[in-house]
Each structure stands twice: as C-alpha cells, then as structure tokens.
C-alpha cells in the first residue's frame, strides 16, 4: 500500500510569488494534516481536515496560506504571495477514522522544502 | 498547555554504545507521547508509542522508552547503537484521544560514530 506522498519535494521561489503543495493521503484515511518546521525550530501544526472540512484551522499562520481538501482526497497548500519566513519544510500526515475514543497513528509523507529567496 | 522539551539537540555515540535521547513534557491532563524518527529525505516513522498501558514500551530497531510521570519523561533508549541509527529523533505529546494536532519537540540529530 502506498504511503503518504507529497508534491513537490522541492521548490524554489521568489518572494511574492505563489507555491502550491500538494499531499496525497493514504487510501481511506479520513483525517488529513499539515505541519511545517522551519529551520532550526520544532515541528509545528498547521491545520487539520476530516474528509473535506476543516477540523481544526488553529494553526495556519496568516490568511496568506489557504488549503483545500476539495473530495476528501488529496489536499492542496498554497501560498499566495509567499514571503521569506514561509522557508521550511511542509509535512502532511494522514491517519483513518475509527472513532472519537480510540487514538489515530499519523502517517507522515517526506515533506516538501520550501525556499523563498 | 502541552509542550516538549528534548534536552541536546545533537547527541553523539560510538557504534555499540548506549543511546539516550531525552525527552521531557508538560501536560495538564494524561498525555499520549510518542518518539518519530527521520531518516534522511524520507518522512516521520513512528518508533513507539505511550497510550496509557504500560510505562515501558518497545518500539521499532530496538529501542524503548519509559513513562516517567513522577519527573514528566519518557526517555528514548537502545543498548547498543548502530549506524544504521543515525537519524533525527523526534518526541512528541498529544493529549486528545481523538487525533488531534501532534506537539514536537524541536529533535535531536543522532550521530554514531565507527
């Protein structure tokens, strides 16, 4: 079975510009998250999706970062315009749905490095 | 709130030697914690997992860890080290059973050395 993949594993940007990133999940897994590290510091919650709604936005730093879950599949990132603090690397992580009373390993993908020069 | 402290963010050992990788939380509420391990250009693999059962729990290449709750640890241990280990090791809190969002700590490289 495959794991959880991500798209691109690098870009290079310049400020201003746009990125999307793109995660696809395990097969069935309803819960889809993201999480970012930027260099030096702890890995860091973005935001949660349970099929295609937003669970939990809490962590998405600025209205400059918008995702879709559009399906319930696939999950998209964008970052619109991207800024040089936005460098790091993005990390998705997709884990099933088997009730609120029992704990759901998360499975994550390698990443995408973003760079913003 | 939860947090995660790794205590040395790079720990350096020989092949066959004793590996340590410390990991404190704080946590008002019974936490799940969890070591994740990075090998170079992949993703997160979970090592292990405390879910409330027993304190000592044993993970993935040999290693385990021990909930401390008396001094908030749950330190990552394997006896005799490999370098197949080298890595970057990450400890982690969650305290919703439901699975929520996933506290890390900031990681510590993993050097070993022949």
């Known amino acids: 079975e495959a794991g959880v993949t991500q798209f691109p594993s690098h870009s290079v940007i310049e400020k201003g510009q746009t990125v999307t990133l793109r995660c696809d999940p395990i097969?069935?897994?309803?819960?889809l998250y993201w999480y970012r590290r930027v260099m030096g510091k702890e890995i860091k919650f973005l935001l949660h999706?349970?099929?295609?709604?937003?669970?939990?936005e809490s962590g998405m730093p600025n209205n400059r970062f918008l995702a879709e879950r559009t399906g319930g599949t696939y999950s998209t990132l964008k970052v619109q315009p991207a800024e040089l603090e936005d460098s790091g690397v993005y990390f998705c992580?997709?884990?099933?749905?088997?009730?609120?009373?029992?704990?759901?390993?998360?499975?994550f993908g390698p990443g995408t490095r973003l760079t913003v020069l | 709130a939860q947090s995660v402290t790794q205590l040395g963010s790079h720990v350096s050992v020989s092949e066959g030697a004793l590996v340590l990788l410390r990991c404190n939380y704080s946590?008002?509420?019974?936490?799940?914690l969890f070591w994740y391990v990075q090998y170079p250009n992949q993703g997160l693999q979970l090592l292990l997992k405390?879910?409330?059962?027993?304190?000592l729990v044993k993970g993935i290449n040999g290693f385990e860890a021990e909930f401390k709750k008396s001094e908030t640890s749950f330190h990552l241990t394997k006896p005799s080290a490999h370098m197949s280990d080298a890595a970057e090791y990450f400890c982690?809190?969650?305290?919703?059973?439901?699975?929520?969002?996933?506290?890390f700590g900031k990681g510590t490289t993993l050097s070993v050395s022949s």
């Open positions: 982690a809190v969650i305290t919703n059973q439901a699975g929520t969002a996933l506290i």
């Open positions: 992580a997709s884990s099933p749905f088997t009730g609120s009373s029992s704990y759901n390993e998360q499975f």
């Open positions: 405390y879910t409330s059962a027993a304190t």
């Open positions: 097969s069935g897994h309803d819960n």
């Open positions: 946590s008002s509420v019974p936490p799940y």
């Open positions: 999706f349970v099929k295609e709604s937003k669970q939990d």
